[in-house]
């Protein structure tokens, strides 16, 4: 029998990734989304992708009754939680909105978790729980956590804290942490991509926009860092890549016999620059990007990248996507969004 999971905030950007994913893996993907920060054309594209819509409940994961409805009305076999904010400069502008959406989200769709007590879940974290790593800049996951530099942070460090908790009163559980690093790209077929809601904040969105020549320049924060080149180091991770993991997650809790609380870094295991990023992504599609330093960014990490030994080992995944695929995949996303030839 084909495999219902529910991919909550599966409109997103790495919600519909995954969907495809599981598509393509055989399972069933069910929706559950608002479409509060995504588009309904994303669902087509989806089909457009894989020759399959998926089925959606338009909805809010805070909406306790909807939820129990949907676990009540729908056999599932697997539940992956994405829907959360995730602008790490507006969570400190409005933390409350961050604190409430996004533990107000997790404890809705957790309670059936625990109370079915056998559905496997698996939970979008971040390596932002690591905060600024002291010494070694290669994270795993036995790194100790660190303070969060900000709101949003803090939501994914307790997401990680409330699943811990329940885990310990109920040692059935199968849950799964999955800590991203930086998520960039596109799917291939430039069907799919991020869809960010006014000035991006994050880099590769910035770089193509720029490209695009919808901003003046890119500005670089910081160029006097202990790094490489002087310019902040992260750990860019293909979206498909990271799509297949979440896959790879549900497939391993599902083969658990015995209940089992695990948490996995998901990166490519390698640092890449701001400067080497923008390098490549202007050696890669032959295009100029304008560019200047200026000042750090407040409570920006200098350098992190991960550690992908467990991903391995427990997932039997790694990345097969470069930083040269990815900005090769988001600079087409650009272009078929603004359709530029
Ligand atoms: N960055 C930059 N200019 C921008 C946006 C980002 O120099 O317009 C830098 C930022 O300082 C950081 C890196 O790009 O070193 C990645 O930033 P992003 O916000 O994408 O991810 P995060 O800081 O959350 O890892």
Redesign the pocket.
Known sequence: MVKKVLVTGGAGYIGSHTVVELFRSGYEPLILDDYRNSEVSVIGRIKQITGKAPEVILGDVCDEDLVNEIFQNHKLSGVIHFAAYKA?GESVEKPLKYYSNNISGLLSILKPICEMGNIPFVFSSS??VYGEPQGLKEVNEQTPRSIPTSPYGYTKWLGEQIIRDAFLAQKELRLMNLRY??P?GAHPSGLIGELPIGK????????TQTAAGIHKE?????NNYPTIDG????DYIHVVDLAEAHVKAIDYLLLQQKGCRETVNIGTGTGTS?LE?VNTFKDENKIDLKFSF?P??PG???E?FANVNYAKSLLGWTSKNDTRDAVRDAWNWEKSIRNIK
């Open positions: 790490v390596c932002t690093f930086n960039i991006p904040n994050n880099l590769v969105p910035f770089i890119l500005v670089i924060f910081g310019t902040c180091v992260r701001v990023l200026g750090e960014r920006d990490v200098i992190i």
